[in-house]
């Protein structure tokens, strides 16, 4: 199997399962990963996922050693495969998280800043290398990349693709938070379960939100903030948030609450 999950609690945890070839994604990699994140996203137990790669390396981007040059119908539908991935990162209202140790290259940056939070190695490097074997870039590298770290710095990244240190990254926002080596599995599992005790529909709405306010008029953006933040008020998470500030406790979002995914 080229991706392995594993449940822990109300945590998903997907690992890339190629480390021979450095996580490499190949066809077979690129459909059983989007089916193991959207089975995570239909599983009501889970709550968040955790992205990460099996062995030294996070991914090292798109395996050439399976490239060739094709039919433009026949690359069109290699292509999609990989956006469909992205997708479903984006379409869960579930946070994902990438745990990145060692190289993010190609694909591999990619698919960590399509993810709503990324924990790295402080020895990480990321780069979008694309262009070294004469493509421009997928997988949502023309969304997430500027979202993160801005339209000029993702020009650079994609036009000249040499490799950015993890304390770069962190200081650009492409990463979130830093780890030791060989730790940032652990503090992504630990975000990951502080993610999964907080309201559900709350991150979902919040998801949502960023992922389409950027292309709305500001005006609209004030009609969908007020028509999410209308219907969370009839929410069981909303209720249980108020209860517990009224009784002076921490309050119990997800499955203790009563509140499906």
Do not use: H
Request: proline share 5%.
């Amino acid at each position: 199997m080229t991706v392995v999950t594993r449940d822990d609690g109300a945590v998903r945890t997907i690992t890339l399962n190629r480390p021979a070839r450095r996580n490499a994604i190949d066809i077979p990699l690129r459909v059983e990963l989007a089916e193991a994140l959207e089975a995570a996203d239909s599983a009501p137990a889970i709550r968040a996922i955790v992205l990460t790669g099996a062995g030294s390396v996070f991914c090292s981007g798109g395996d050439i050693s399976t490239m060739e040059v094709m039919e433009l119908q026949e690359a069109a539908e290699r292509a999609q495969l990989a956006q469909r991935v992205i997708r479903a990162i984006w379409a869960t209202p579930k946070p994902v998280i990438a745990a990145v140790e060692g190289a993010a290259f190609g694909a591999g940056t990619a698919l960590a800043a399509a993810c709503d939070r990324v924990v790295a190695a402080r020895d990480a490097r990321f780069a979008a290398t694309f262009t070294n074997v004469g493509l421009a870039g997928d997988m949502g590298a023309y969304v997430s990349l500027p979202r993160r770290v801005g339209l000029a710095r993702a020009r650079q990244m994609l036009m000249m693709p040499e490799p950015i240190s993890a304390a770069t990254a962190y200081e650009w926002c492409l990463v979130d938070a830093l780890a030791d080596a060989g730790e940032v599995l652990e503090l992504a599992m630990d975000d990951a379960t502080r993610f999964a005790t907080r309201p559900a529909q709350a991150l979902g709405v919040i998801k949502t939100l960023l992922a389409v306010a950027p292309s709305l008029s500001p005006f609209d953006v004030l009609d969908r903030e007020a028509d999410y933040q209308a219907s969370l008020f009839g929410s069981e998470d909303f209720a249980e948030g108020v209860a517990a500030f009224r009784e002076r406790r921490s309050p119990r979002f997800g499955p203790r609450a009563g509140v499906e995914s």
